[in-house]
T-cell receptor
Framework: GQNIDQPTEMTATEGAIVQINCTYQTSGFNGLFWYQQHAGEAPTFLSYNVLDGLEEKGRFSSFLSRSKGYSYLLLKELQMKDSASYLCAVEAAGNKLTFGGGTRVLVKP | EAEVAQSPRYKITEKSQAVAFWCDPISGHATLYWYRQILGQGPELLVQFQDESVVDDSQLPKDRFSAERLKGVDSTLKIQPAELGDSAMYLC????????????FGQGTRLTVV
């Protein structure tokens, strides 16, 4: 089975940085995804990490440590539109994609 | 731009009735997923197809839920009979079997059982 943990909610100020942690336990790990989901909408792809290290894409960066079963999503220069849920998802053997409970990020002015 | 199509967007049904959702994945995507998402929670995998074959349906409540993808393209998820606890967003996603890792999601069907 798979177990994915991430905080339920985080609050940050516009212009600041927020780090969302995700820990996982799984067998047959292929990679780890981060998705963004605004209220009432479908999840949209943000990043995919296969190897250890940091992947940077504009204001968003994602880090993976396979040995520690740990990832984080870093959001820099927060904007009001970044208020959303952020979903950590683990891909296992056979393209099986399992999601964590999501972290709701509230950006305040 | 290619996208995953789902219908209907919203569905209200009475408990004990049958309900069906349809999904048309991005052309060429062999892997198709159905997820259920309860408000405030992450998506929960119900069933995964590889072409027309079920790869994983371990979390599908088979006494009332069924899913098919007869020709390995579009898919239907059915609930019969619907229960109040089935009220949720039902999301369909598709991905290439290999090489294109990310799954693309449809807009979902919001089901309300009354």
């Amino acid at each position: 089975g798979q177990n994915i943990d991430q905080p339920t909610e985080m609050t940050a100020t516009e212009g600041a940085i927020v780090q969302i942690n995700c820990t996982y336990q799984t067998s047959g790990f292929n990679g780890l995804f981060w998705y963004q989901q605004h209220a009432g909408e479908a999840p949209t792809f943000l990043s995919y990490n296969v190897l250890d290290g940091l992947e940077e894409k504009g204001r968003f960066s994602s880090f993976l440590s396979r040995s520690k079963g740990y990832s984080y999503l870093l959001l820099k220069e927060l904007q009001m539109k970044d208020s959303a849920s952020y979903l950590c998802a683990v891909e296992a053997a056979g393209n099986k994609l399992t999601f964590g409970g999501g972290t709701r990020v509230l950006v305040k002015p | 731009e290619a996208e995953v199509a789902q219908s209907p967007r919203y569905k209200i049904t009475e408990k004990s009735q049958a309900v069906a959702f349809w999904c048309d994945p991005i052309s060429g995507h062999a892997t198709l997923y159905w997820y259920r998402q309860i408000l405030g929670q992450g998506p929960e995998l119900l069933v995964q197809f590889q072409d027309e074959s079920v790869v994983d349906d371990s979390q599908l409540p088979k006494d009332r839920f069924s899913a098919e993808r007869l020709k390995g393209v579009d898919s239907t998820l059915k609930i019969q009979p619907a229960e109040l606890g089935d009220s949720a967003m039902y999301l369909c996603a598709s991905s290439l079997a290999a090489g294109g890792p990310e799954a693309f999601f449809g807009q979902g069907t919001r089901l309300t059982v009354v």
